[in-house]
T-cell receptor, first 115, second 112 residues
């Protein structure tokens, strides 16, 4: 049981390049989330997926797109990276769709630098 | 809009001290309040989750309390150890789908 896994762990991009951050969970959770963590700003929700087939914007969705590929996988795509997207990105999952009582389990993070 | 505040941003204590970490939130209509630990360069690990109907939760040397009416939660750490050194974040869940609003965290250093 690996929990929540994220790839890659580190990435350096040039401005304008695109990339996809991958996230997978093996806990049969319904809900999945993408956060970014910046110094002085804390963790902020980018997008979330309450259940397979649904996605919704969080607090800071601009410049990102997401895909809930299946119940296990939730990817985050940067179409045209900007230096302001330099951050640490965390994926998380929780158990019950629509029931706000579950602990969120976090992946180890992807450290992204945009030059 | 929910806002979560953790003050101070950093705290240094000698080993063995009992300590309290504070968290305040502006919207009392929360579903739950969660405390996480984050070690440098790592992801977040859940410590305790308090449902809105509960007043406190305990796990080992950790005890978290919730007072919705005053918009406050505290994390009590008994007999602190150097291994407790980390950043502690609280997060409030409001609305459906377990969306969390995080505080900026308190970086705790326990001196041997």
């Amino acid at each position: 049981n690996a929990g929540v896994t994220q790839t890659p762990k580190f990435q350096v991009l040039k401005t304008g390049q695109s990339m996809t951050l991958q996230c997978a969970q093996d806990m049969n959770h319904n809900s999945m989330y993408w956060y970014r963590q910046d110094p002085g700003m804390g963790l902020r929700l980018i997008y979330y997926s309450a259940s397979e087939g649904t996605t919704d914007k969080g607090e800071v969705p601009n410049g990102y797109n997401v895909s809930r590929l299946n119940k296990r996988e939730f990817s985050l795509r940067l179409e045209s990276a900007a230096p302001s997207q330099t951050s640490v990105y965390f994926c998380a999952s929780s158990g019950l769709a629509g029931v706000s009582t579950d602990t969120q389990y976090f992946g180890p993070g992807t450290r992204l630098t945009v030059l | 809009k929910q806002e979560v505040t953790q003050i101070p941003a950093a705290l240094s204590v000698p080993e063995g001290e009992n300590l309290v970490l504070n968290c305040s939130f502006t919207d009392s209509a929360i579903y739950n309040l969660q405390w996480f630990r984050q070690d440098p360069g790592k992801g977040l690990t859940s410590l305790l989750l308090i449902q809105s109907s509960q007043r406190e939760q305990t796990s080992g040397r950790l005890n978290a309390s919730l007072d919705k009416s005053s918009g406050r939660s505290t994390l009590y750490i008994a007999a602190s150890q150097p291994g407790d050194s980390a950043t502690y974040l609280c997060a409030a869940s409001t609305g459906a789908n377990s969306k969390l609003t995080f505080g900026k965290g308190i970086t705790l250093s326990v001196r041997p």
